[in-house]
């Protein structure tokens, strides 16, 4: 015998069937009506025409303007080092100094040869000037005459041998000191003290930071594109200083390519800065600005990606059908810090997407962001 519901079970009934009722066209009217998706909003921008001037870069590393490895002009045995690698010195500074023993015991041999050769020239200019005047009386011979005339100029030439000599040993002399040619830095030492070292022979490297110089090379495409001139200024970035340019200036070119490279050398010089540190050996980026072009068509940089094949490409605006499509266009030099040449593919009037909208797909509809959207935006 089946029981009667109970008031509140019959009451649930009804209750349940409104429900799933209204679920039921709730997802009625959901599947009716899809969540519209809003396109993306974007900036638009046109190339522009604009007197330009083509950048051109290359790597180069820093030098010093002057280095030397410095030897002696004699042989001899060290006995005093007065500089060191990492010091400092000043033009005339004494570096290193040579046992002078020897070479001053030859000067007072000479000086005394030259004391008695001086002697003997005096008494043969009086031995002539003697027979002269018996020549003139016709005492004595025409040979006798001779002969004296002949002893005084053999004395006179003894005189200047020697004293020759002795010059020479106190150049000798002077050069068993070595001093510093210039205001420099000591990079290296060769030999150590009490060392027997050779004419010639390297002991001590030093280089002139206060310059510094920096060489690249440049091909020969790029070479006539610029009127290389001395002075010609040059932008310097180094990796070791990021964010930090230097100015140099055009020192020197070479005229005639590399046999190996085919490139043309330029040289760059530029004072060392006082608020860094720019050592030889680092590297830079040498950045040369050409003479104007004229007009050309530019776009910044930073718009420019690249299509299936990695070639430099853009984001095109269609007004027409409010969808983008990428193009591929050909790409000049820099112009600028922060925009390129273009030299074919776009035309003067078109529209780019900003560069900021990196979700962008082929044919996808675009909202251009107006000012007010901006504001909206901000």
Same mark, same amino acid.
């Given at each position: ?10 009451? #649930? ?82 570096? #290193? ?19 008695? %050769? ?22 004595? !011979? ?108 055009? !020192?020197? /070119?070479?005229?005639? !390519?590399?046999? %190996? ?15 860094? $540190?720019?050592?030889?050996? #680092?590297? !830079? ?29 853009? /984001?095109?605006?269609?007004?027409? $059908? ?8 050909? $790409? ?31 044919? #996808?509809?675009?909202?251009?962001? $107006? ?8």
């Amino acid at each position: 015998m089946i029981q009667p519901l109970s008031a509140p079970r019959q009451l #649930m009934i009804p209750l349940l069937c409104l429900l799933l009722l209204l679920t039921g066209c709730s997802a009625e009217e959901s599947r009716e009506k899809p969540q519209q998706v809003q396109p993306p909003k974007v900036t638009l921008f046109s190339p522009e025409r604009t007197e330009t001037k083509q950048l051109f870069s290359y790597p180069g590393s820093v030098r010093a303007s002057r280095e030397t490895a410095l030897s002696f002009r004699v042989g001899g045995q060290l006995v005093k080092i007065s500089a060191y690698p990492g010091q400092s010195v000043s033009e005339g500074d004494l570096l #290193m100094q040579l046992d002078v023993s020897d070479l001053g015991d030859n000067i007072r041999i000479l000086e005394a040869e030259l004391d008695g %050769a001086e002697a003997r020239a005096r008494k043969a200019a009086s031995d002539f000037s003697r027979a002269e005047e018996l020549l003139g009386e016709d005492v004595i !011979a025409q040979a006798d005459f001779d002969l004296a005339k002949s002893s005084l100029a053999s004395a006179d030439a003894a005189v200047r041998n020697l004293r020759a000599q002795l010059s020479l040993a106190h150049h000798k002399l002077d050069y068993a000191s070595l001093k510093a040619p210039y205001d420099a830095t000591v990079t290296g030492q060769m030999v150590e003290n009490h060392e027997l070292v050779q004419a010639g022979q390297p002991v001590l490297r030093i280089h002139d930071i206060a310059t510094l110089e920096i060489d690249c090379s440049v091909p020969e495409n790029d070479i006539s594109r610029l009127s290389l001139r001395k002075g010609m200024p040059a932008t310097l970035q180094l990796p070791s200083q990021p964010g930090t340019n230097i100015t140099a200036a055009l !020192a020197e /070119w070479s005229t005639s !390519a590399e046999r %190996a490279t085919g490139t043309y050398r330029l040289t760059f010089r530029f004072p060392a800065p006082d608020t860094i $540190t720019v050592l030889p050996g #680092m590297t !830079a980026e040498v950045t040369i600005s050409s003479a104007t072009t004229g007009e050309m068509l530019t776009i910044p940089f930073s718009a420019v990606t690249a299509d299936t094949r990695g070639k430099s490409a853009v /984001w095109i605006y269609n007004h027409s $059908t409010g969808r983008i499509s990428l193009r591929h266009i050909r $790409t000049g030099q820099l112009s600028g810090p922060d925009r390129i040449i273009v030299t074919g593919g776009l035309e003067e009037g078109e529209q780019i997407v900003a560069p900021d909208s990196h979700y962008l797909t082929e044919g #996808m509809i675009v909202e251009p962001l $107006t000012d007010k959207n901006k504001a909206e935006t901000e």
